[in-house]
């Protein structure tokens, strides 16, 4: 059984940075590691749809980010920690969400939303 586990979320002024991760733990159906999935972050602030924030590929060596979030925040991976990181500066009110990590098969269906697998979502609130 496959668990994306994120973390790092928290209350944060505007301005501030946090670092959220997510850890890929168990096996998967295909057997298929950690390495071998594109890694993407999704958010949902309250009461409107869920959002794409970033992917990166599965060796890292692209990435891609929605207009919102370009210039501020940083998406990247440790392929020998089955981890997916996303360093987010100079925060502002409207980041507030739930932030999701999503793990699939290629850039464009986890940019679509269209993951083999997801977390359970990490808080981020940040105040102005």
């Known amino acids: 059984q496959v668990q994306l586990e994120e973390s790092g979320g928290g209350l944060v002024q505007a301005g501030g940075s946090l670092r959220l991760s997510c850890t890929l733990s168990g096996r998967t159906a295909s057997g298929r590691p950690f390495s071998s999935y594109v890694m993407g972050w999704f958010r949902q602030a309250p009461r409107k749809e869920r959002d794409f924030v970033a992917f990166i590929t599965s060796s890292g060596g692209y990435t891609y980010y929605a207009d919102s979030v370009k210039g501020r925040f940083t998406i990247s991976r440790d392929n020998a920690k089955n981890t997916v990181y996303l360093q987010m500066n100079s925060l502002k009110s409207e980041d507030t969400a739930v932030y999701y990590c999503?793990?699939?098969?290629?850039?464009?269906?986890?940019?679509?939303?269209?993951?083999?697998?997801w977390g359970q979502g990490t808080q981020v609130t940040v105040s102005s």
């Open positions: 999503a793990a699939g098969s290629s850039g464009g269906a986890v940019a679509a939303g269209n993951g083999d697998y």
